[in-house]
T-cell receptor, first 117, second 114 residues
Framework: GAGVSQSPRYKVAKRGQDVALRCDPI?????LFWYQQALGQGPEFLTY????????KSGLPSDRFFAERPEGSVSTLKIQRTQQEDSAVYLC???????????????FGEGSRLTVL | GNSVTQMEGPVTLSEEAFLTINCTYT??????LFWYVQYPGEGLQLLLK?????DKGSNKGFEATYRKETTSFHLEKGSVQVSDSAVYFC?????????????FGAGTQVVVTP
């Protein structure tokens, strides 16, 4: 596709429910990133993939958060037993090069806004 | 650890006014510095970047100079337009840290009125 696509754009979950957020990166992009953006804040790094390998997951806030990219393209961020503090916009970004971050050439999706009631 | 601090918004300006958004950083290594912009209803977009001290990034009339001595990367534009209304984020990446991470500031909302 022309850009990074994320779905759903909006998700409302009851506390305790599991949610899955999908990211379709730009075709051919090797690197994929997930960020969490709380209201009024800048994005916070969650995890990074190079192809199907998850090279850095140091930003995942708890073991309720899990991300995968099994075939090196589409990625899913899963949040189990959602809590109110998980309410945020979840951003996906992709980059063509494995060291794309060194030039800042990240292409962001519009995000998935999660609201946990 | 690394951090980015930028001026709080909202910043409200009239069209053709001069815009400055201050950004300072702390980093243990040799960061690259970026400005990203988020227009209403759109995803974050890279606006400009600088990868070493004294570099000047520029795009769409915006400029920012990487000042190592003051650990700053202030964003400027000489004459803003209504279409520049957006949220602006200063960010850094430090290759001595995980190169998978961008460290963002909190963002500065800019509102330009006709």
């Amino acid at each position: 596709g022309a850009g990074v696509s994320q779905s759903p754009r909006y998700k409302v979950a009851k506390r305790g429910q599991d949610v899955a957020l999908r990211c379709d990166p730009i075709s051919g992009h090797v690197s994929l990133f997930w960020y969490q953006q709380a209201l009024g804040q800048g994005p916070e790094f969650l995890t990074y993939f190079q192809n199907e390998a998850q090279l850095d997951k140091s930003g995942l806030p708890s073991d309720r958060f899990f991300a995968e990219r099994p075939e090196g393209s589409v990625s899913t961020l899963k949040i189990q037993r959602t809590q109110q503090e998980d309410s945020a916009v979840y951003l996906c970004a992709s980059s063509l090069r494995d060291r794309g971050i060194s030039t800042g050439e990240l292409f962001f999706g519009e995000g998935s806004r999660l609201t946990v009631l | 650890g690394n951090s980015v601090t930028q001026m709080e918004g909202p910043v409200t300006l009239s069209e053709e006014a001069f815009l400055t958004i201050n950004c300072t950083y702390t980093a243990t290594g040799y960061p690259s510095l970026f400005w990203y912009v988020q227009y209403p209803g759109e995803g974050l977009q890279l606006l400009l970047k600088a990868t070493k001290a004294d570099d000047k990034g520029s795009n769409k009339g915006f400029e920012a100079t990487y000042r190592k001595e003051t650990t700053s990367f202030h964003l400027e534009k000489g004459s803003v337009q209504v279409s520049d209304s957006a949220v602006y984020f200063c960010a850094l990446s430090d290759l001595t840290d995980s190169w998978g991470k961008l460290q963002f500031g909190a963002g500065t909302q800019v509102v330009v009125t006709p």
